[in-house]
């Protein structure tokens, strides 16, 4: 019988999510129309339509090879491996983080498509990473400085990641757990003031919604880039953009041309701006 575990870190995707505890890679295994690239969709419901898979994002394509997932990129920059390919052991044992999210898959498109020049002696921190898809996506470009963060269950995957695709001078793996209070030094000492906030799929737990806002609050100021991609599952979510709204705006990021296609499916990139909280004169 499967017992419900209330402190699993993603327990708001309910009865798939523990299935796929039981047996990770079931969809890889199963559906072969899923293919083995995401999983979002096998664990949120029973639908998976073509346009769900991500693999009609024209510049992206998947492969499993030797069990691993393997998604690369097309892009036009010189001094750039072509494809821009990543290499990922995909594994939803320690949490869903350990699957590659339709909307990671979309961040790390876009900034692939954005190049060097976007992210260059940037310091980039990644909330929720996960399988550090997106992170790992950027850091292939030369002179980035990347860190990777989610909480403890997924920093082993995420090393693993990053070993696999020689990675290491670029990107550091870290925990950074929302839950820690703001008050307390959570955030890794190491970590500099980010350049740029990256946030994919970390909108499914409404537990998690005022812990998200205040960290990504923590962490930024007016001048930080923060991008943020979403699917809107449930109503709940405009909670989190209520809670949200106090401390940032946004914008829709309009320049991606696959805009249109994921917008089909729910799932928005958006910038987010901090608010400049007025100074307390006393
Ligand atoms: C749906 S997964 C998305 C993973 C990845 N960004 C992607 O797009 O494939 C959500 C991620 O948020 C992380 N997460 C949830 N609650 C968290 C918390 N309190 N602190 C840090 N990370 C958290 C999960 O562990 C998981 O990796």
Redesign the pocket.
Known sequence: MLVLDPDA??DG?TLEELLDGKEPLRHLMHDAELDGVIA?EGLARASKSKSELLTVLPQQSHSIEDGLLKLSFAHEWADVPKPLSISLVVDAS????????????I?ASYLVQKGPDYVKNKSIL??????G??GLAVSVFPETNVWI???A??LDIMKRNVLLNNLKATVTVAE????VSSLLPYVPEDIPRPDIIL????V??EP?FP??VQ?LSDLSDTSTKILF?YKKRRKADKRFFGMLKKKFTWKEVMDDPNRQIYNREAITLIRLFKIDAPKVLH
């Not at 950074?176 to 839950?179: I, Q, T």
Request: hydrophobic content about 40%; charged content about 5%; proline content about 9%.
């Open positions: 870190p993603c995707i979002s320690p949490g869903c983080g350990g699957l590659a999210w339709p909307a990671g898959q961040l990644e909330l929720g990473s996960g399988t898809l997106v963060t989610d909480q269950p997924l950074l757990n929302w839950s946030a994919a799929d970390c499914y737990f998690a812990l998200l960290t991609c």
